[in-house]
């Protein structure tokens, strides 16, 4: 999991000095920028968003009180360590490659909606759960309870199998 503790960032400015920051990459990408690349921002701007950061922590750290997102989380972290997650504002995204593979939503009560990549699910989703949603046209599925996980699990591994992309290396968890 990518750490979400940020260091302090710590500036001092001597008055016609140019300042250049090194910024995390969340924050890089809360501002829009690519690693390497350079622009004026006001420091007002910074803090406002450092703020969006923690929030977004906060969001996930109140999601992980949910059993069944954090035993979904843990799951997946653990069967397939190579998938990168990526924690976001009301959900968590894990990416096989830089493809999008899985989006988990942080959870509205007791269910865990998760959308997957796009695909045909029928050959695996033996009850007919994985059910179309106007979320992109990405299929959806809902975790209600423990033994939703293992199903789920199910389907993140054909999602997995049917990528052309390095498949191979993350079924292996290599």
């Known amino acids: 999991m990518e750490s979400s503790k940020f260091r302090p960032i710590t500036v001092r400015v001597k008055e016609g000095d140019d300042v250049v920051l090194t910024l995390p990459r969340p ?22 968003n450092y703020s969006a ?45 830089k493809r999008g593979l899985l989006w988990i939503e ?3 009560g007791r269910k865990v909606r998760v959308h997957l990549k796009k695909g045909d699910y029928s050959s695996v989703d033996r ?4 059910i179309p949603s106007g979320w992109g046209d990405y299929p959806e599925f809902r975790v ?6 293992d199903y789920l699990m199910e389907l993140v591994k054909f999602a997995i199998s ?5 498949a191979k290396k993350v079924m292996e968890g290599f």
């Open 127 to 130: 009850d007919r759960r994985v």
């Open 53 to 97: 950061i923690e929030k977004v922590n906060e969001n996930f750290e109140q999601a992980m009180g949910n059993k069944l997102f954090k035993t979904l989380i843990n799951r997946i972290q653990t069967e397939y360590p190579l998938l990168r997650m990526e924690i976001r504002k009301s959900m968590v995204a894990f990416y096989n490659n």
């Open 106 to 108: 942080y959870p509205k």
């Open 27 to 48: 924050l890089l990408e809360m501002l829009g920028l690519e690693d390497g690349e350079t622009i004026k921002v006001p420091i007002h701007e910074l803090l406002e």
């Open 144 to 149: 209600e309870k423990e033994e939703d996980v």
């Open 162 to 166: 049917h990528d052309k992309v390095k």
